[in-house]
């Protein structure tokens, strides 16, 4: 049995909810509630000493951070493959998912927060330069898709990773250019996807 310690409106785990929909591998869900700080409980430190979610635990593998549990999820489970077979494509999907992780949500997270602040207390010059670092991104993505479904080829474990994130931009207020015809077919079909429909909440 799988079982994946949860937190619903975290993106991380978001992207292995969307691994584990793709597979249609059947799972079981632990809230770890952050907002009473349980990520820091003893019980959960042992299974992640970093305290965050997502860990998932398959029968004795006890395995935490998004990135590490897809790959062993796609491994473990390799249809379907969300990974090519060649060691260039591979990179390439690892080097999309970085810029997802390390670029993308994280800004997506910040802009989320300030938005939630009164309209009084917000940071308008924040606001605006983190809208335009996502647009800058999304510039970026706009060649290869231009030959490719999705950011690094077919579906990959790159695009579950960008998904959660693309899932909040219509709250965002983050217009994508409309010239950025491919981006913007790219962002559709992932709003469309089952896989991806099954996190929104
Ligand atoms: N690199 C980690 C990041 C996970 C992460 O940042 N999780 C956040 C929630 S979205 C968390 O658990 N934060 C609790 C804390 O830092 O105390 C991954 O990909 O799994």
């Known amino acids: 049995m799988i079982v994946l310690y949860d937190f619903p409106e975290c993106p991380y785990a978001q992207k292995v909810r969307i691994v584990l929909a793709e597979k249609e591998l059947e799972f079981e869900t632990r809230l770890v509630d952050l907002r009473k700080n349980e990520q820091r409980s003893a019980e959960f430190l042992k ?17 935490y951070d998004s990135t590490i549990i897809n ?36 800004r997506v997270e910040l802009l989320q927060a300030e938005l939630r602040r009164g309209e009084a207390e917000r940071d308008g010059e924040k606001i605006r330069r983190l809208q335009n670092e996502i647009l800058q991104l999304f510039r970026r993505l706009e060649h290869p898709l231009q030959s490719h479904r999705f950011v690094a080829g077919e579906f990959s474990l790159a695009d579950a990773a960008f998904a959660p994130g693309i899932l909040l931009l219509p709250k965002l207020g983050v217009e994508v250019d409309p010239s950025l015809v491919n981006v913007q077919r790219w962002i559709k079909e992932l709003h469309e996807r089952a896989s991806v429909q099954a996190v929104q909440h």
């Open 71 to 106: 790959e062993y999820l796609n491994e473990e489970y390799p249809n379907p493959p969300l990974m090519p077979e060649d060691s260039y494509g591979r990179a390439k999907v690892r080097m999309n998912e970085d810029l997802a992780d390390m670029l993308f949500t994280p």
């Open 47 to 63: 299974l992640n000493p970093l305290g965050k979610v997502p860990v998932l635990v398959d029968e004795d593998a006890v395995i």
